[in-house]
């Protein structure tokens, strides 16, 4: 399977966990206008014609068998495996697309659920009649492969294909080996399939009555929406009884765990690389550095991180600053909700710079039903894009709350639907899936786009200021809070590549440390209670494989692609052609370099640093003359 490993079937998945307020918070799904729901009817009218495309699909794989043993004798061979290998993985996708989709709508529904348990079975099944392909490519010689060139020059569009199977011949075993892997894939998402029912659907969570009488219900959302609380007691008892919830099943959460690290440590091995990081960024050719150095970059700007939350201990009025005062916003009493249809206005105007066909393609999602807009029981926490539906178009998935916050989510999945869009417009199915690591640039390109314009529009002190704290909130959660996930993920997987235990305890002892380090407890900056160590229960991203770090490192990338965009009229046409456009038809890093940003150097994290110093100066300049 080609598409569908790595990511799943999202392109990315942005963790911000939120739900609505006031009457949007308890409503069911058949109480929700339609157009703020998502239309799956563009995937397939009924569940019926849907199991019966499935069934084609299933039949159809006994179609490569006439291939398997010929791929190296015939440029004609190899052209026509491989148009079927993409015609089968873009109908594989869709299919996956619907059945995922419509789980999400409703986690509790078991219809949904077992059609997605069914895809993950033919995705297996796919995956091993497929699994001869790339050790008999391998078989290929680089002047037997000019020659197939030279006489089927249809070929070339499989060029960055081809060329990404022969990168990793060392890590390619024989036919048999192949599929044996292949078939292996039947368990691999097991680890991340039993945490999401665990947390979305099984968990217990609790419900703990606010200081004005009202009962908040603690699950993701409810935690998310409550820690923000502008009532620092609301906001104590918010985090100790959502951790306190999760404390007691540390160990049934550490089990999960640890099952997705065996899973990483069985590839790791069978793959021959000499770390499950390696083999993680080997797949998108990102050099090990990259990871190491973000990092490194991080520690060596905590000072940065400090300067931040001694402001935001200043701007609280506490003597004392504690984890839990991490979320309520900088400025009391500030009014900056937003109904759906303001949302959609000012992230147009935000977006506009970045042309006129752009903002036509926003209007045709927002009047189309691309978007599952409101949370409801049962409906997954979070928010993604999906752009794995080559032919149809990308969906979004959002839990709109109604806040800045939420605005600045749906600008940044629109990002990941418009990179999706330009990319499968563009690109051939084959390189119409971006890489991994550039998921996030889109997506934060926007959100800084967006910040950027409604504070040239705020006129009052107060909005500024939160505003100006909600991006240096979006440096602190992205710069350096993802980049301690990432250590975190790291440094798991080296205890258990190391041969000693990773228990729920073990975990959380793990992460308290690097959560004391990162928020300055030594330094006296913040007060780090030990309940919170058991924060990483709470965070799934640590079952997508190596995947935070790119979060971090893409703020980096963005930071520096929105100054341009914003200071070069001529930046907006290569950003379309050259980055969103570009698909998977080049590797990661020379993308990049292609809109001017080198990831191979500090400069990125150092650019990002000096912003986030520069929103500093400018909110106590401000806080200064009030």
Same mark, same amino acid.
């Given at each position: ?83 079927? @290998? ?35 079975? @033919? ?99 409810? #935690? ?49 690389? %000499? ?13 090990? %550095? ?129 990179? %999706? ?68 993920? @790291? ?63 893409? #703020? ?71």
């Amino acid at each position: 399977m080609y598409k569908l490993i790595g990511v799943s079937i999202m392109l990315s998945l942005f963790f911000i966990i939120s739900q609505t307020v006031g009457s949007e918070a308890n409503r069911n799904r058949d109480q929700i206008e339609s157009k703020y729901k998502w239309n799956l009817e563009d995937l397939y009218k009924t569940n019926d014609i849907w199991r019966s495309e499935k069934g084609k699909m299933e039949k159809s794989l006994d179609k490569f068998k006439k291939f398997q043993g010929t791929l190296n004798k015939s440029a004609d061979e190899l052209y026509d495996c491989l148009s079927l @290998l993409m015609d089968k993985d873009k109908e594989l996708s869709r299919l996956y697309s619907y059945a995922s989709m419509l789980s999400d709508q409703n986690t509790k529904e078991s219809i949904p659920l077992g059609m997605k348990q069914e895809m993950d079975q @033919l995705a297996t099944k796919f995956s091993s009649a497929t699994s001869f392909i790339d050790p008999e490519i391998l078989t290929i010689t680089k002047i037997q492969m000019k020659e197939f060139y030279k006489a089927k020059p249809e070929l070339k569009i499989f060029t960055q294909f081809l060329d990404d199977i022969q990168r990793r011949r060392e890590h390619t075993l024989d036919p048999v080996g192949e599929k044996i892997i292949a078939n292996a894939g039947i368990m691999a998402g097991s680890p991340d399939d039993i945490y999401s029912i665990f947390s979305n659907a099984d968990l217990p969570y609790p419900t703990l009555k606010l200081s004005d009488g009202k009962d908040a219900y603690l699950d993701a959302a409810g #935690y998310s929406l409550n820690r923000a609380s502008s009532i620092r007691d609301d906001r104590r008892k918010v985090f100790e009884t959502f951790f306190g919830t999760l404390k007691k099943f540390e160990r049934t959460f550490g089990t999960q765990l640890y099952a997705q690290v065996k899973k990483d440590m069985f590839y790791k091995n069978v793959r021959k690389y %000499s770390s499950c990081l390696g083999r993680a960024l080997d797949a998108n050719n990102i050099p090990i %550095s990259v990871y190491t150095t973000l990092i490194d970059n991080a520690h060596k700007n905590l000072p940065t991180l400090y300067r931040y939350l001694k402001l935001r201990k200043r701007m609280l009025g506490l003597d004392e600053l504690h984890y839990y005062d991490m979320y309520p916003s900088l400025v009391k009493k500030v009014n900056m909700d937003y109904n759906v249809k303001a949302a959609e206005d000012v992230i147009k105007k935000a977006l506009s710079v970045l042309g006129d066909d752009y903002v036509q393609t926003l209007n045709i999602a927002f009047d189309n039903r691309w978007i599952d807009m409101y949370p409801t029981p049962g409906k997954r926490s979070g928010a993604y894009s999906n752009g794995s539906a080559y032919d149809i178009h990308p969906y979004i998935l959002m839990n709109f709350n109604g806040k800045y916050d939420d605005v600045s989510t749906l600008a940044h999945e629109l990002g990941h639907t418009m990179h %999706s869009f330009y990319s499968n417009k563009n690109q051939p199915y084959v390189n119409a899936d971006y890489p991994i690591f550039l998921a996030e640039v889109a997506s934060i390109t926007n959100e800084i786009l967006l910040a950027d314009y409604v504070l040239d529009h705020i006129k009052n002190q107060d909005k500024k200021l939160s505003l100006l704290g909600s991006q240096l909130e979006s440096y602190r959660t992205t710069l350096f809070r993802q980049t301690m996930f990432a250590e975190f993920e @790291l440094k798991m997987h080296e205890i258990a590549e190391n041969g000693k235990s990773l228990t729920g305890d073990a975990l959380t002892k793990l992460y308290l440390g690097l959560l004391k380090t990162y928020y300055g407890a030594d330094e006296g900056i913040t007060k780090i209670e030990d309940l919170y160590g058991i924060e990483w229960a709470y965070i799934p991203h640590f079952y997508y494989n190596f995947y935070v770090f790119q979060y971090a490192t893409s #703020y980096c990338a963005s930071s520096a692609v929105a100054e341009k965009i914003l200071q070069d009229k001529g930046m907006k046409n290569k950003f379309i052609k050259k980055f969103l456009s570009a698909g998977n038809s080049n590797y990661a890093i020379p993308i990049l370099k292609g809109v001017g940003v080198d990831m191979t150097t500090s400069e990125p994290f150092d650019l990002a640093i000096k912003k986030m110093n520069i929103i500093m100066d400018k909110m106590e300049i401000i806080l200064d003359n009030k």
